[in-house]
């Protein structure tokens, strides 16, 4: 049998109910209601690779980065042991992901949110924008043209996109299934090692809003906070994971100041 490469999910006996670990090139959902720690989880195992010397980037649609680095900071990361840039201007996306190739070890995070805000305050404006990176609120082409410069250009070994769901609020998609299929189908094409995050809510309470996300990923790792006397536990759990032998079971899952732990039966209250 062929051993497939893995990467860490770099939450503490968690490997195991993958089957292993999360096979590279593979994309991973993770799910969840709001605050179940999706960014966090994510970042870390991005944080965790570039300390490897692996490039890897952050797409965030609506956070801000500097948002996301407070939680993270937060959190206890140590971010001064990586190499980050933040690319919150148009005109620099694209000039600052090929820069990605000249160095290891390199966290990007596009900004998104940042890069947004800036473009509706400077409407009206004789703004020149970036030829190269025509900024335009469609979220779906918009994280297609990141993606295709990082694949023409070997540019990265993992991504994440958050959130999906922040795509959808902000692009009317007109043909659902086509697009996101396409999306998708590209992202596995490139061969990167994809991490796509998705929101729960009573709206949107299964995997996915247009009924086919679920089956177009490779992985999907539920997270959720359960109420229980009246304690609130934080939980994880693979749904699905293709290739490996995964458990389905639903772990109690932990952070303590430095690492996060998968734990069994546990009943640890939130942190
Ligand atoms: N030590 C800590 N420092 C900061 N936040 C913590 C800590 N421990 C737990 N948290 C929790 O982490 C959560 C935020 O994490 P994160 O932003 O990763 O969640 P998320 O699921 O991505 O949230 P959102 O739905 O807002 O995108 C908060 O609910 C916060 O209470
Ligand atoms: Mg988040």
Same mark, same amino acid.
């Given at each position: 049998?062929?051993?497939?490469?893995? /990467?860490?999910? +770099?939450?503490?006996?968690?490997?195991?109910?993958?089957?292993?670990?999360?096979?590279?090139?593979?994309?991973?959902?993770?799910?969840?209601?709001?605050?179940?720690?999706?960014?966090? $989880? !994510?970042?870390?195992?991005?944080?965790?690779? $570039?300390?490897?010397?692996?490039?890897?980037?952050?797409?965030?649609?609506?956070?801000? #980065?500097?948002?996301?680095?407070?939680?993270?900071? &937060?959190?206890?990361?140590?971010?001064?042991?990586?190499?980050?840039?933040?690319?919150?201007?148009?005109?620099?996306?694209?000039?600052?992901? #090929?820069?990605?190739?000249? &160095?290891?070890?390199?966290?990007? /995070?596009?900004?998104?949110?940042? /890069?947004?805000?800036?473009?509706? #305050?400077?409407?009206?404006?004789?703004?020149?924008? &970036? @030829?190269?990176?025509?900024?335009?609120?469609?979220?779906?082409?918009?994280?297609?043209?990141?993606?295709?410069?990082?694949?023409?250009?070997?540019? !990265?070994?993992?991504?994440? $996109?958050? &959130?999906?769901?922040? $795509?959808?609020?902000?692009?009317?998609?007109?043909?659902?299934? @086509?697009?996101?299929? +396409?999306? *998708?189908?590209?992202?596995?094409?490139?061969?990167?090692?994809?991490?796509?995050?998705?929101?729960?809510?009573?709206?949107?309470?299964? +995997?996915?809003? *247009?009924?086919?996300?679920?089956?177009?990923?490779?992985?999907?790792?539920?997270?959720?906070?359960?109420?229980?006397?009246?304690?609130?536990?934080?939980? /994880?759990?693979?749904?699905?994971?293709?290739?490996?032998? !995964?458990?389905?079971?639903? *772990?109690?899952?932990?952070?303590?100041?430095?690492?996060?732990?998968?734990?069994?039966?546990?009943?640890?209250?939130?942190?």
């Amino acid at each position: 049998m062929v051993k497939q490469d893995v /990467i860490g999910s +770099y939450i503490e006996s968690f490997d195991t109910a993958l089957g292993g670990g999360i096979p590279t090139g593979h994309i991973t959902m993770f799910y969840g209601t709001a605050g179940t720690m999706k960014s966090s $989880i !994510c970042f870390n195992i991005l944080y965790n690779e $570039i300390l490897k010397g692996k490039r890897g980037v952050y797409i965030s649609i609506e956070q801000s #980065s500097l948002s996301l680095l407070k939680q993270m900071v &937060s959190l206890g990361f140590d971010i001064s042991k990586i190499n980050i840039e933040v690319l919150n201007d148009a005109d620099d996306v694209i000039k600052g992901l #090929s820069k990605l190739k000249e &160095s290891e070890a390199k966290l990007t /995070i596009v900004d998104l949110g940042t /890069i947004r805000k800036h473009l509706r #305050s400077n409407k009206g404006t004789k703004r020149k924008v &970036s @030829n190269e990176f025509e900024f335009s609120d469609d979220m779906v082409n918009t994280v297609l043209k990141i993606a295709k410069t990082l694949a023409e250009k070997d540019l !990265c070994d993992l991504i994440v $996109i958050d &959130s999906l769901t922040a $795509i959808y609020s902000l692009t009317e998609l007109k043909d659902p299934r @086509n697009e996101i299929f +396409y999306l *998708f189908e590209f992202l596995r094409d490139l061969g990167l090692t994809s991490f796509v995050i998705s929101e729960e809510s009573e709206l949107n309470s299964r +995997y996915s809003k *247009f009924g086919i996300e679920s089956y177009l990923v490779d992985g999907i790792v539920h997270l959720q906070l359960t109420e229980r006397n009246r304690k609130v536990t934080r939980e /994880i759990s693979v749904v699905k994971m293709r290739s490996s032998a !995964c458990n389905n079971d639903i *772990f109690t899952l932990e952070y303590d100041g430095k690492k996060f732990k998968a734990l069994y039966g546990g009943k640890t209250p939130l942190v």
